[in-house]
Nanobody, 118 residues
Framework: QVQLVESGGGLVQAGGSLRLSCAAS????????MAWFRQAPGKEREFVAA???????DYADLVKGRFTISRDNAKTTVYLQMNSLKPEDTAVYYC????????????WGQGTQVTVSS
């Protein structure tokens, strides 16, 4: 099993920045990729960004150029640097992990709230 714990959420004004962290523990050797998703009130959960342990990354169009996903060298922590935040970025942000050979993200954190005021 893999445990994921997010941190770094909070309240920020539009145009500001936040950095989210996701610490993985447990059987981390089995992790192939980690990602961030978000869910706003009344909306479905949506993909934000992902990174593989080889360093390949991907972003949703809505956050390209504003958000950056990265990982530490130990490959147990993933970060999401969020710049130029907009009120529409307000959501609960979830960290997720995917194992090698598994197509879906099957380990999830508890989420961290990000609120952007206008």
């Amino acid at each position: 099993q893999v445990q994921l714990v997010e941190s770094g959420g909070g309240l920020v004004q539009a145009g500001g920045s936040l950095r989210l962290s996701c610490a993985a523990s447990g059987r981390t050797l089995f992790i192939y990729a980690m990602a961030w998703f978000r869910q706003a009130p009344g909306k479905e959960r949506e993909f934000v960004a992902a990174i593989t342990w080889s360093g390949w990354s991907d972003y949703a169009d809505l956050v390209k150029g504003r958000f950056t996903i990265s990982r530490d060298n130990a490959k147990t922590t993933v970060y999401l640097q969020m710049n130029s935040l907009k009120p529409e970025d307000t959501a609960v942000y979830y960290c997720a992990a995917r194992r090698q050979g598994v197509q879906k993200y099957d380990f999830w954190g508890q989420g961290t709230q990000v609120t952007v005021s206008s």
